[in-house]
């Protein structure tokens, strides 16, 4: 059976932690940010858990068979 290719997408977007939790940026922080609040500029700026089964998914995505 061949090898498991990882999805360079998701690579790319998420993170694994070395305790096996997932990380993603947040959305709407590239650009226009003239017109949002400090408020959404500074919540929009860290990274946020991928929780659940989702969580399950990407990491399926990104290490097939490797480290999970």
């Given at each position: 059976m061949p090898k498991l290719k990882t999805k360079k997408?998701?690579?790319k977007?998420?993170?694994i932690t070395k305790t096996g939790k997932v990380l993603r940026r947040k959305?709407?922080?590239?650009h226009y940010k003239a017109h949002k609040s400090g408020?959404?500029?500074?919540?929009?700026?860290?990274?946020?858990?991928v929780v659940g089964g989702l969580?399950?998914?990407?990491k399926q995505l990104i290490a097939p068979a490797g480290r999970r």
């Open positions: 997408s998701v690579s977007r998420m993170k959305p709407f922080g590239r408020k959404r500029r500074r919540t929009v700026r860290g990274v946020a858990l969580a399950k998914t990407m």
